[in-house]
């Protein structure tokens, strides 16, 4: 499968559990009462994320995204002759 980077170049506001989660007991879901976790904001920038939190007063951390490590390769060196790992079926 072949992922794509779409969609990843947004900083996202998920807000802090206020409570803990319950399970219930007559079907074993889990439950809460809180409704800002299901609350997430998207915005195209740190600095607009920032801005919105000192706006409204939100305790924030600010996480930088790490660069998802991918090799690139094709589908035919799967049958190369130089292949280094072994073919296994």
């Given at each position: 499968?072949?992922?794509g980077?779409?969609r990843?170049k947004?900083?996202?506001?998920d807000y802090?559990p206020?409570t803990?989660?319950?399970?219930?007991p007559?079907?074993?879901?889990?439950?809460?009462g809180?409704?800002r976790q299901?609350?997430?904001?998207?915005?195209d920038?740190?600095?607009?994320a920032v801005?919105?939190c000192?706006r409204h007063?939100?305790a924030?951390?600010?996480?930088r995204p790490?660069?998802?490590?991918?090799?690139?390769?094709s589908?035919?060196?799967?049958?190369s002759?130089?292949r280094?790992?072994?073919?296994?079926?």
């Amino acid at each position: 499968m072949q992922s794509g980077t779409a969609r990843t170049k947004e900083w996202v506001l998920d807000y802090e559990p206020e409570t803990p989660r319950e399970i219930e007991p007559l079907m074993g879901w889990t439950a809460s009462g809180d409704m800002r976790q299901q609350i997430r904001l998207q915005f195209d920038t740190a600095e607009e994320a920032v801005a919105y939190c000192e706006r409204h007063g939100i305790a924030y951390q600010l996480f930088r995204p790490t660069p998802a490590a991918r090799r690139i390769i094709s589908y035919a060196d799967n049958f190369s002759f130089s292949r280094r790992d072994p073919w296994t079926h």
